[in-house]
């Protein structure tokens, strides 16, 4: 089955720094990869998505310039937490999904957890 | 616009009960339907879809899924729980299935414990 594999798994950085987040599709390619971001005990919200080749689309309220995405190849994509602050604490998912299969659902990575101290 | 309400932020079965996990959707289009589960610290993995066709879905590890479109639900239930169920359950819909329009719109999720 289409694996998504996420990379790190967890990650601790000081206040103040930057974090890369990678997301690739092993087994296929995706045009489109999907962020999210949950909070302890609360239900995913989608950050933005990623469009392969193009810029990505943020939804609103999410800050582009302070969630960097860059999805540079069918394969892969990354996010990039800059400037981080321990708000931005919180558990990063990413999703894509096998484009040429017909009504195929998103496949998840097993997410970022991010602390930031 | 899509959405979806899940209701009971916590269910607590005894193994070996029937689980039944509520969940309502909102769409202005015909929705294609979903249920993730999540372990503590993980990802989702797909439980289940219903998209077109028969409206009675069954999934992975004993779950299945009813769609009723006259009554915007999508109830998850298995007969039968496990310890092993124990975990977070998403309900989710989208209106498309292709680039931009196929992300995903997710219940609130509910925390199911199995109790001995």
């Known amino acids: 089955g289409a694996v998504v594999s996420q990379h790190p798994s967890r990650v601790i950085c000081k206040s103040g720094t930057s974090v890369k987040i990678e997301c690739r599709s092993l087994?296929?390619?995706?045009?489109?990869m999907f962020w999210y971001r949950q909070f302890p005990k609360q239900s995913l919200m989608l950050m933005a998505t990623?469009?392969?080749?193009?810029?990505?689309?943020?939804e609103q309220g999410v800050e582009k310039d302070k969630f960097l995405i860059n999805h540079a190849s069918l394969t892969l994509s990354t996010l990039t937490v800059t400037s981080a602050h321990p708000e931005d604490s919180s558990f990063y998912i990413c999703?894509?999904?096998?484009?040429?299969?017909?009504?195929?659902?998103?496949?998840f990575g097993n997410g970022t957890r991010l602390t930031v101290t | 616009a899509q959405s979806v309400t899940q209701l009971g932020s916590h269910v607590s079965v005894s193994e070996g009960a029937l689980v039944l996990l509520r969940c309502n959707y909102s769409s202005s289009v015909p929705p294609y339907l979903f249920w993730y589960v999540q372990y503590p610290n993980q990802g989702l993995q797909l439980l289940l879809k219903y998209t077109t066709g028969a409206t009675l879905v069954k999934g992975i590890n004993g779950f299945e899924a009813e769609f009723k479109k006259s009554e915007t639900s999508f109830h998850l239930t298995k007969p039968s729980a496990h310890m092993s169920d124990a975990a977070e359950y998403f309900c989710a819909v989208t209106q498309g299935r292709t680039g931009t329009a196929s992300k995903l719109t997710f219940g609130t999720g509910t925390r199911l414990q199995v109790m001995l």
């Open positions: 087994d296929f390619q995706a045009t489109t």
């Open positions: 999703s894509a999904r096998v484009e040429s299969s017909y009504n195929s659902p998103l496949h």
């Open positions: 990623s469009n392969e080749g193009s810029k990505a689309t943020y």
